[in-house]
């Protein structure tokens, strides 16, 4: 029976704890980043893409949210993202700035795209990882025929 390293272990699409800090650190990084960004009152007007901009940003820390956490916690990191766009759009107004509910649609979409790119690339790393492991122990395995002595009594192990 062949099995499977990341089906044996129990969190099989999480990546190492060093990448994960990391990523979790760029991750609020960005977070802070753009709330500075959101937040800064009487800005020029917006420009023609700024829909796409906002997808996109919420695609990236979408994609390192879910990189980063754990499986099981990368849907409430996603949700608490997504209530982080809301809580900015509905603060915006403090600030001189105008809500745009079109921004919550683009930076909801972002989330969802940036979620479902983190999962690729998670599982695509598991694949990679497994195979990188049964590659390693296929060139370790040693094999015997029928009969063939593998110890001798009183031979050193």
């Known amino acids: 029976m062949k099995k499977k390293f990341p089906l044996v272990?129990?969190?099989?699409?999480?990546?190492?704890?060093?990448?994960?800090?990391i990523l979790l650190m760029l991750g609020a990084l960005g977070m802070i980043l753009v709330m500075a960004g959101s937040l800064v009152g009487k800005q020029a007007g917006t420009?023609?893409?700024d829909k796409?901009?906002?997808?996109?940003?919420?695609?990236?820390?979408?994609?390192?949210l879910v990189?980063?956490?754990?499986?099981?916690?990368?849907?409430?990191?996603?949700l608490g993202l997504a209530l982080f766009s809301y809580l900015i759009e509905l603060l915006q107004p403090l600030n001189a700035r105008s809500r745009d509910f079109a921004d919550v649609y683009a930076n909801t979409a972002g989330v969802c795209?940036?979620?479902?790119?983190?999962?690729?690339?998670k599982m695509t790393f598991a694949w990679l990882w497994t195979e990188l492991h049964e590659a390693r122990l296929r060139r370790t395995l040693?094999?015997?025929k029928t009969g063939e002595v593998i110890l001798e009594e009183g031979q050193r192990i």
């Open 52 to 64: 796409i901009i906002h997808c996109s940003a919420y695609a990236l820390l979408g994609t390192t």
């Open 47 to 49: 420009i023609g893409i």
């Open 67 to 78: 990189i980063g956490l754990p499986a099981k916690r990368a849907i409430v990191g996603l």
């Open 142 to 144: 040693a094999r015997y």
């Open 113 to 121: 795209i940036g979620g479902s790119l983190g999962l690729v690339l």
């Open 9 to 21: 272990s129990g969190r099989w699409l999480d990546l190492p704890p060093k990448i994960t800090r």
